[in-house]
Nanobody, 129 residues
């Protein structure tokens, strides 16, 4: 399985919005899950959002809940991350990751990097204060 490909990063002022897209290299079936992670300079990679395709369930880190929305994209095998009310602390490289798991497992482990087996190269998001 090839790497997913992210797109849509850029630079925005605080309070602005961006929409990231993740194009998976394989079909996203009922056991598929897709996660969005971000990494700021000098910090560890952290989970921000995840979606289990079969269950249609979404998950968010507390730091982005209410501002970010993860959903299946308009194009087949894509997942989007709509980011609103962006703040400087949202700055970082955003990575898309894909995996396969039962929903009962994923709902507990969505933020664990081990729930994913393929990772994209990342897209940069910069929010100016």
């Amino acid at each position: 399985q090839g790497q997913p490909v992210e797109s849509g990063g850029g630079s925005v002022p605080a309070g602005g919005s961006l929409k990231l897209s993740c194009a998976a290299s394989a079909d996203l079936g009922s056991l598929s899950n897709v996660g969005w992670f971000r990494q700021a300079p000098g910090k560890e990679r952290e989970a921000v959002a995840g979606i289990h395709i079969g269950a249609g369930a979404t998950y968010y880190d507390n730091s982005v809940a209410g501002r970010f929305t993860v959903s299946q994209g308009d194009l087949k095998n894509t997942v989007s991350l709509q980011m609103n009310s962006l703040q400087p602390e949202d700055t970082g490289t955003y990575y898309c990751a894909t995996g396969r798991s039962l929903f009962t497992h994923y709902r507990q482990e969505w933020s664990d990097r081990r729930s994913y087996d393929t990772w994209g190269q990342g897209t940069q998001v910069t929010v100016a204060s």
